[in-house]
């Protein structure tokens, strides 16, 4: 009985000695309270989901992206899916995450929870920390592909190439690098802008996608290189102009 008690006392005396060096090496590590990232990549439906490019932006050196993995099911992207990201982070030594539900600011797309991980030790006998944060980014139909090639064709026509989820296109026209009337709208890949074509002088445009379910959400513009008007082709564009009016 004698012989228990002190095994005891023993073990009280050595536990109490390792807690004030476990408090101190957690005192001693600064923890990370909030997290910043900016998401950017543009899905392509019916693509790749295992090969989706991502990058993926932090907003200071305590921690960094070490990897990212698509959660959806199935290999293709459906137009109706709504891309799930699991993100991992890893603190820099000397760091620790200590992170709530509102501790996440994402530009690019929406928070859905962390999964906290424990404190591993590196090849190099360092502390640190990783957790993965779990991110919706934007419907598949709401992403807008970018227009793979434009230019005019018979002289006063703008053409592209169409794009997918585009339910319209904006186009601007400039003679002598100065905007000719307003932006505008087309169902169509392709415009003809000859009533704004009346002056001699060079003409260039640019166009971009407009997303069929999104209005708001625009590709981004591509622009043509300039075309030649003469006083004469400029005279004939003119005349069709006022006739159109009348």
Known sequence: MFGKRILIVLLAVAFASVIPSMTAFAEAKKRVRTVAMKIETNIVPGG?????PVEIDVDNDRYEVIDYLFTNQGL??????????????????????????????IDGGTYVKQIKEEEVKDDDDEWKMTIRVVVDLA????????????????GFVASWTSC?????YEVSIYRDGKRVGPVKRTENNWINLN????KNGNYSFRVRPVNKENTGIRGQWVEVGSTYVDAEAANRNLI???????
């Open 48 to 52: 790749s989901v295992m090969h989706q």
């Open 76 to 105: 293709l992207w459906p137009d109706g899916d709504v891309p799930r990201l699991e993100i991992t982070l890893k603190t820099v030594p000397g760091y620790c995450f200590k992170t709530s539900d509102y501790s996440f600011h």
């Open 139 to 154: 419907p598949v139909s709401e992403y807008t592909q970018e227009i793979k090639a434009a230019d005019w064709t018979d």
């Open 164 to 168: 997918i989820n585009a339910g319209s």
């Open 195 to 198: 009533q704004y074509m009346a």
């Open 240 to 246: 069709a102009a006022g006739i159109a009016v009348q």
